[in-house]
């Protein structure tokens, strides 16, 4: 039996083409005409007026933390269920995190939110949220706590690209957001990020950060730090090429959900990861929680058929990296994490394959 992977890349067809269109213009380098249009195409699809691909997400992240600000000591409130690529920008700034638990919706918790501001003895100075899997966040009362508190949002829209909250696209409530383009997104240039925001001097900002912060002269004179952190016109062709896509994307992801709910939500110890009202997420990967069997069971039974799952995010307070950092935490996400597991969800997966995991996962559950 073929193997089935948790999110592999999922090709449209036309990224040779662009490819083969980059090649003839030689500009494999510096950066060239794609580079602009898939900045241009994610502004189109997700209506955020600015944007700038970098080479990860988390560069991105780095890039809107150094924009805003923020730096030695500051602290920085971020979702703890969520992966390591959210918050490793806070260490690079020597900033201090402080970590929020999730409630019902997976997501960051409003009212622990509203808890982490009141207990800060320093005014928290921005807030990197998480769209877990794919799932809004609660960004309406997410927005209103910080905009009242004066705390920036970022909005880690990592696994969440074409997701919606009241129609509107996921990484457009915040002050900033993030996209990635990572191997097992749900669209990937095999490697890659994307920085959003509608001000656009602090897009021309991470711009200057992310090439060497080389000033206006005719040498090469800096008055401050930068990086190399901006995407290749290569790896921009494969972007093209996948948000010609996307909406298609997200059909088939929310399919293979429905295709799982259906055949797994009639066992009563099984919860899917949640929808909030109003949001429409893109269903990156079906996640589940288990009320008795231990889902450690499930991913064995399911890496005998060569398929792969995955537990999920191991909350950040919970991790040895974050020992000493402050928490507000109430044991959920650590409850789901050590009943949770993600199920195999690429886009390029067949009905077949779908069934193929339901029978093994049933025949665990018993
Ligand atoms: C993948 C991911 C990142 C990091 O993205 P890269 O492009 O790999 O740097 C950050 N946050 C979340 C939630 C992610 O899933």
Known sequence: MDSIFLSPPHMSGKEQQYIAEVFESNYIAPLGAFVDRFEQMVCNHTGVPYALATNTATAALHLALRVLGIGEGDTVLASSFTFIGSVNAILYQKANPVFIDSDESWNVSPELL???????????????????????AKMDEIIEICHEADIYVIEDAAESLGATLYGKQSATFGDMGVFSFNGNKILTTSGGGMLVSGNEEWIEKAKFLATQAKDDAPWYEHTTYGYNYRMSNVLAAIGVAQMEVLAERVARRRTIFQHYQSALGTYGEVVFMPEIENGRGNRWLTTLTLAKTDPMKVMDALSVHNIESRPLWKPMHLQPLFADADAVVDGTSQRLFETGLCLPSGSNMSDEDVDRVVDIVKKVLG
């Open 114 to 136: 509203r808890e982490a501001i009141a207990r800060s003895s320093k005014k928290p100075k921005a807030l990197i949220v998480t769209h877990l899997y794919g799932q809004m």
